[in-house]
Every structure is written in C-alpha cells, then in structure tokens.
C-alpha cells in the first residue's frame, strides 16, 4: 500500500508562502490521484486540491483558488502544495491523501470529498499569524 508524509509546513505572516510536500512511498504514486485536505481547529475536514496522474485536471477549492497551486513529480514521487498569499483562514493542518483504486479521478469542477481517500499522511501544520 502507498504511504504518504507530509512536510513543509511551519508559521508564516499573513501574504506569506510555504510550498508543502507529500512524498509517496510503498507503491509507485503514478497512478494515483492525490489530493490535499486541510482541518482548522473546530473544523472539518476540507479538500483543497487535488492532482491526477499525469497532472491534468487539477481541482482547486474556492477558497484558495488563484492562490495555490498544486504539481507532482512521479519521478520524485512528490506531490506539491506550492501556497501564496495565505491568510489567518489558511491556518490548519494539512494533509496529503490518496485513494485505493486508480480509478479515482479528479475533475477542476470538482467535488473534492474524503470518501475514495484511503491513504493519508499524519498531517503537517501551517499556521499563519501576524
């Protein structure tokens, strides 16, 4: 099975940027959709993006749509999550995740939910303060 760790995170200012990593091991990633969820204090869970195999399709919530972008390196075996001009409501742990069939798309129209991710990492924390 595909294990996920997430890193990059850290405490920044607001307008600030941090670029995320999820590095992919126990399987190749390749095929895999990975997505990137986050979970404020009190929060639920959120999809923020999430890639396709071959990076096509990228889907992008609304709330950080325009300022984050994500990218893979299947030789790497990496996911990024580079993130601009974040804001107090950026402030969570971020996760990286990935589903257990291949088949599991993603579409830039969206929904991004938790229901086909299998895989998850622990989570790295990005906390955005003044």
């Known amino acids: 099975q595909i294990q996920l760790v997430e890193s990059g995170g850290g405490k920044v200012q607001p307008g600030g940027s941090l670029r995320l990593s999820c590095a992919a091991s126990g399987v190749s990633m390749d095929p895999y959709t990975i997505a990137w969820f986050r979970q404020a204090p009190g929060k639920e869970l959120e999809g923020v993006a999430c890639?396709?195999?071959?990076?096509?399709?990228?889907y992008f919530a609304d709330s950080v749509s325009g300022r984050f972008t994500i990218s893979r390196d299947n030789a790497e075996g990496k996911v990024y999550l580079q993130m601009n001009i974040l804001n107090e409501e950026d402030t969570a742990t971020y996760y990286c995740?990935?589903?257990?069939?291949?088949?599991?798309?993603?579409?830039?129209?969206?929904?991004?939910?938790?229901?086909?991710?299998?895989?998850w990492g622990l989570g790295t924390q990005v906390t955005v303060q003044s």
């Open positions: 890639i396709r195999s071959h990076g096509i399709g990228p």
């Open positions: 995740a990935a589903p257990e069939s291949t088949i599991v798309a993603c579409y830039a129209a969206g929904p991004l939910t938790t229901t086909w991710y299998k895989y």
